[in-house]
Each structure stands twice: as C-alpha cells, then as structure tokens.
C-alpha cells in the first residue's frame, strides 16, 4: 500500500526520462507528451540550457533567504517587467501562491481605500488554486465542497457578461477588483472575444478596481504573446504566473502595475523559498523572444 496520500487519480505508468517533446516511461515506452507537465515543460524536457544553468547554480547557491538580496531575482523581475508592462513582482513557488498574493494585494488596496470588507469580483467556472483562499474564488464547487467555510470577499458572475459586472458595482460598496483569466483553462477552454476584456478593464478603472488576471495557464507564450491579456489588448493592474515560468523549476511570480505598485512593503508578504537562487537563476539559461511557439520559462526569458 502506497504511503503517498491520496490525492489524485493516477494512471497506471511512471516516467522515467524525458528529451524535447518526449518522455519515456520506466518500461521502455515512449510517448508524445502532449500535457507537458499541464502547462508547465515550456522548453520541453531536457533542454540543453536549462539543464546546464540550473546545474551550475546548483553547484554554487541552491537557497539563501530573502533576508538578502537575491541577484537572479533583480534580473528576473526587471525582464518580466520588461515584458508584462508592469512595474514590480513578488516571488513565490507555485500558481496558488501567486494567487494569495493578489488577494492579499487586492485587500491591503481596499484597506487604504477605508474599505473595511474588501470583496473581488470573481467568475464562473475559474480555477486560482487548492488553498482556502484560492478555492474560495473558484468557481468550481467540486474543488470547494468538504472545505467548507469558504473565505469570505468574493462574488461571483458568469464570465462574459459584462453587465452582471455592472450589476455588482452599483449594489456592492466593498468591490476593489476583477479576477480573471483571459482564457479559462480548467474550466475549460473559455474566451470571450477581446471587447469583454475592455469593457472590464473600463468597468476598473471607472471605480478605481484592481483588473487581475490569472496567467498561471494561460501566460508564458501559450497564446503566442508572452501573456493571455497581450491578446486582447488590455494592460491589467496586477497578473500572476506560474507553470512555464519555471519550464519545471517551480516559481511563482505576482506581478503589481498601474494603481497596484507600489502598495506592499516589508512585512506585508512573504516566502521562505520565493525566488530563490536555483529558481531565478534559468531566467540567464537561454534565448527567447515572443513567438511562434509555446516556449516561456525562467530558462527561456
Ligand atoms: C489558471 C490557474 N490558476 C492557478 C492555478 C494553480 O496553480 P498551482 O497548481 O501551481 O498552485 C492553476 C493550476 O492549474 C491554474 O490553471
């Protein structure tokens, strides 16, 4: 008997080793890997510069703290700024983490603004992550039932409609922002067309709301454009990233633009691991550049 816990449905089959767009499995077998880790192996498996730059900085710093100044990160964050139009990130290690960090940067908003009960918007069939504040905004109850309580400050709307957004803001005095993301994955493959996307960057900026988008999935060069709201024209005020980020090095980033930078300083978040030196250090790994095909990663940017 397995003494992993058991959460998850698991096929019948392990991997063993993987180069490209293929993995093979501990019998010898072969596969087209065409889940990529769900999102993740940006550069696909082995990649030749990856491999030699984590390697190197293996060998020389794995982990420091954030206590001190973490080179890799500096560049990192200037390059994903460059990128993402925004202004500063947060590092931590995974999507969810992203996540917590723009709702806590949503309600520490709110709380400057004298709102005592800071609430997002948030959508039907959304995916933001496991932990309680991430399935809470979720709008799958199958990740939510048997967790109950919910945490509390979030409505929910169907996505694509516009109006319903509307609706809340004329009702709801405690709204400081809009969580979504720009193609649904988990949901399913939702998008609406690039006028929704507008509209709600409008609908933000007509009552002072953060616009956050989820680009844990849908970031990193999926669509052809480094990030999902590249696509449809609009610049929102915070964006998340994880999965490529790392092309299988785990990092997660919170990104802050607009009227989103500059609201946390020391003490207000953190992470033991966030950024760390072996997870930054694949941003100086390879080429990159926007284009053509899914690529992303630390490694890569
Ligand atoms: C859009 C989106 N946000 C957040 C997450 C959570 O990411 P993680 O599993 O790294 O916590 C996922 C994972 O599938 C996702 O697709």
Same mark, same amino acid.
């Given at each position: 008997?397995?003494?992993?816990?058991?959460?998850?449905a698991r096929?019948?089959?392990?991997?063993?080793?993987?180069k490209?767009?293929?993995?093979t499995?501990?019998?010898?077998?072969?596969?087209?890997?065409a889940l990529?880790g769900?999102?993740?192996n940006t550069?696909?498996?082995?990649?030749?510069?990856?491999v030699?730059?984590?390697?190197?900085?293996?060998?020389?710093?794995?982990?420091?703290s954030?206590?001190?100044?973490v080179?890799?990160?500096?560049k990192?964050?200037?390059?994903?700024?460059?990128l993402?139009?925004?202004?500063e990130?947060?590092?931590?290690?995974?999507?969810?983490?992203?996540n917590?960090?723009?709702?806590k940067?949503?309600?520490?908003?709110?709380?400057k603004?004298?709102?005592?009960?800071?609430t997002?918007?948030?959508?039907?069939?959304?995916?933001? =992550?496991?932990?309680?504040?991430? @399935?809470?905004a979720? #709008? $799958?109850?199958?990740?939510?039932? *048997?967790?109950? +309580? &919910?945490?509390?400050?979030?409505?929910?709307?169907?996505?694509?409609?516009?109006d319903?957004?509307?609706?809340?803001a004329?009702?709801?005095?405690?709204?400081?922002?809009?969580m979504?993301?720009?193609?649904?994955?988990?949901?399913?493959i939702?998008?609406?067309?690039?006028?929704?996307?507008?509209?709600v960057?409008?609908i933000?900026?007509?009552?002072?709301?953060?616009?956050?988008?989820?680009?844990?999935?849908?970031g990193?060069?999926?669509?052809?454009?480094?990030?999902?709201?590249?696509?449809v024209?609009?610049q929102?005020d915070?964006?998340?990233?994880a999965?490529?980020?790392?092309?299988?090095?785990?990092?997660?980033a919170?990104m802050? =633009?607009?009227?989103?930078a500059g @609201?946390f300083?020391? #003490? $207000?978040?953190g992470?033991?691991? *966030?950024?760390? +030196? &072996?997870?930054?250090?694949?941003?100086?790994?390879?080429?990159?550049?926007?284009?053509?095909?899914?690529?992303?990663?630390?490694?890569?940017?």
């Open positions: 008997m397995s003494h992993v816990m058991n959460t998850y096929l019948p089959v392990a991997f063993s080793h993987g490209g767009s293929r993995v499995d501990t019998e010898g077998r072969e596969y087209l890997d990529s769900i999102a993740v550069l696909g498996h082995a990649h030749p510069k990856l030699a730059a984590i390697a190197e900085q293996a060998g020389r710093l794995i982990h420091t954030n206590l001190y100044g080179t890799g990160q500096d990192l964050a200037d390059k994903l700024c460059a993402s139009g925004m202004q990130v947060f590092f931590c290690n995974s999507g969810c983490e992203a917590e960090a723009a709702i940067l949503a309600r520490f908003y709110g709380h603004k004298g709102i005592e009960l800071p997002l918007i948030v959508m039907d069939k959304s995916f933001h =992550g496991r932990t309680m504040a991430t @399935l809470s979720t #709008g $799958n109850y199958k990740v939510q039932v *048997g967790f109950e +309580p &919910l945490v509390a400050g979030f409505v929910r709307v169907p996505y694509g409609d516009l319903a957004i509307r609706a809340v004329e009702h709801h005095r405690n709204i400081v922002g809009v979504l993301e720009v193609i649904q994955g988990e949901g399913g939702h998008l609406r067309d690039a006028a929704y996307y507008r509209g960057r409008e933000c900026d007509a009552h002072e709301w953060l616009m956050i988008c989820d680009e844990v999935q849908c990193m060069g999926r669509t052809g454009k480094w990030f999902g709201y590249q696509q024209g609009v929102p915070v964006a998340t990233l999965k490529g980020l790392g092309s299988g090095v785990p990092i997660g919170c802050a =633009g607009g009227r989103a @609201l300083g020391p #003490g $207000n978040h992470s033991t691991f *966030g950024g760390k +030196p &072996l997870a930054c250090t694949g941003s100086e790994g390879g080429g990159g550049g926007e284009g053509g095909r899914a690529r992303g990663g630390a490694g890569c940017l």
